[in-house]
C-alpha cells in the first residue's frame, strides 16, 4: 500500500517560513498526485494543496494562494510545501496524502480527488 | 468556500446503526458525485472510508456505506463496534477541496 512520512514542522515567528518534506516509500511515488491537508488544533480538516504526478499541475487554497508552493522531486520520491508569510491560523497539523488508486486484474485506476495514503503529519506553530 | 454541514456528535450502542449527515450545496454534493468519507481516531492520521459517495477502498468493511439525496450525502455505520468510536468527516471536491465540521461518533 506504500507510506508517507512527512517532515520539516517547527515554531516559527508570524511572518516566517518554512519548508515541509513528504517522502514516499513501497509505491510507484511518480504515479501518484500528492495532497497536503492540515488539521488546526481541535479543529476539522482543511486541503491545503496537490500537485499532480509530474509536477506539472498544482492547486491550491483560497487561504494559502500566493503565500505556500508546492513542488516534488519524483527521483527522491518527495513532495515539498514552502511556506511563506506564516500567520498564526497557519498553526496546525499538516498531512501529505496519496490519492487513490484502485487495481484490478493488474490495471490500475487513479482518483486524484480523494486522499488514500497519509502520514503521520509534521506539526506547524506560528506564533512569538 | 464552506465549510459542509455535519451534525456535531452522534451515538449508538453496539451492533445499531448511526447515519451522519452532510449537507452542502448544488456546487458542491448536489452536482458532483466527487464525495468522500473520512474517519479519524484521536490522535491518528484521517482514514479514507468511502469514495464516488458509496465505493469502498480496498479493506474497508461493508458496515460503513454511503448515500447521497439533493444536496446531501450520509454516511451509515451498521452493526456499530467499539473502534467505530471516532471523529468523522465527509469532503467534496468540485474544483476546491471541502471538508465537512466532523461529527464524533460515541459508542456508548
Known amino acids: 500500500e506504500g507510506q508517507l512520512e512527512e517532515s520539516g514542522g517547527g515554531l516559527v515567528q508570524p511572518g516566517g517560513s518554512l519548508r515541509l518534506s513528504c517522502v514516499g516509500s513501497?509505491?510507484?511515488?511518480?504515479?501518484?498526485?500528492i495532497h497536503w491537508v492540515r488539521q488546526a488544533p481541535g479543529k476539522g480538516l482543511q486541503w491545503v494543496a496537490n500537485?499532480?504526478?509530474?509536477?506539472?499541475?498544482?492547486d491550491y487554497a483560497d487561504s494559502v494562494k500566493g503565500r505556500f508552493t508546492i513542488s516534488r522531486d519524483n527521483a527522491k520520491n518527495s513532495v515539498y510545501l514552502q511556506l511563506n508569510s506564516l500567520r498564526a491560523e497557519d498553526t496546525a497539523i499538516y498531512y501529505c496524502?496519496?490519492?487513490?488508486?484502485?487495481?484490478?486484474?493488474?490495471?490500475?485506476?487513479?482518483?486524484?480527488?480523494?486522499?488514500?495514503?497519509w502520514g503521520k503529519g509534521t506539526t506547524v506553530t506560528v506564533s512569538s | 468556500q464552506s465549510a459542509l454541514t455535519q451534525p456535531r456528535s452522534v451515538s449508538g450502542s453496539p451492533g445499531q446503526s448511526v447515519t451522519i449527515s452532510c449537507t452542502g450545496s448544488?456546487?458542491?454534493?448536489?452536482?458532483?458525485?466527487?464525495v468522500s468519507w473520512y474517519q479519524q481516531h484521536p490522535g491518528k492520521a484521517p482514514k479514507l472510508l468511502l469514495y464516488?459517495?458509496?465505493k469502498r477502498p480496498s479493506g474497508i468493511p461493508d458496515r460503513f456505506s454511503g448515500s447521497r439525496s439533493g444536496n446531501t450525502a450520509s454516511l451509515t455505520i451498521s452493526r456499530l463496534q467499539d473502534e467505530d468510536e471516532a471523529d468523522y468527516f465527509c469532503?467534496?471536491?468540485?474544483?476546491?477541496?471541502?471538508f465537512g465540521s466532523g461529527t464524533k461518533v460515541t459508542v456508548l
Open positions: 496524502a496519496r490519492a487513490l488508486s484502485v487495481c484490478n486484474s493488474g490495471a490500475c485506476y487513479y482518483y486524484y480527488q480523494y486522499m488514500e495514503v
Open positions: 464516488d459517495i458509496d
Open positions: 448544488k456546487s458542491d454534493i448536489g452536482d458532483y458525485h466527487y
Open positions: 500537485i499532480k504526478k509530474d509536477g506539472t499541475e498544482e
Open positions: 513501497e509505491f510507484t511515488f511518480s504515479s501518484y498526485w
Open positions: 469532503c467534496s471536491y468540485s474544483g476546491p477541496y471541502v
